[in-house]
């Protein structure tokens, strides 16, 4: 349960960084503490 809120989690991770990326932008501070809990 717990692994695969994980590798759900590093996904979606994965998949707006490369859209901030791409866009030239860095991702939100908010996002990132998302991220942490």
């Not at 490369?18 to 991220?35: D, L, Q, V």
């Amino acid at each position: 349960m717990f692994r695969a809120r994980v590798l759900k989690v590093s996904i979606h991770f994965n998949i707006l960084t490369g859209y901030f990326a791409t866009r030239g932008e860095r991702p939100p501070r908010a996002f990132s503490y998302y991220i942490l809990f």
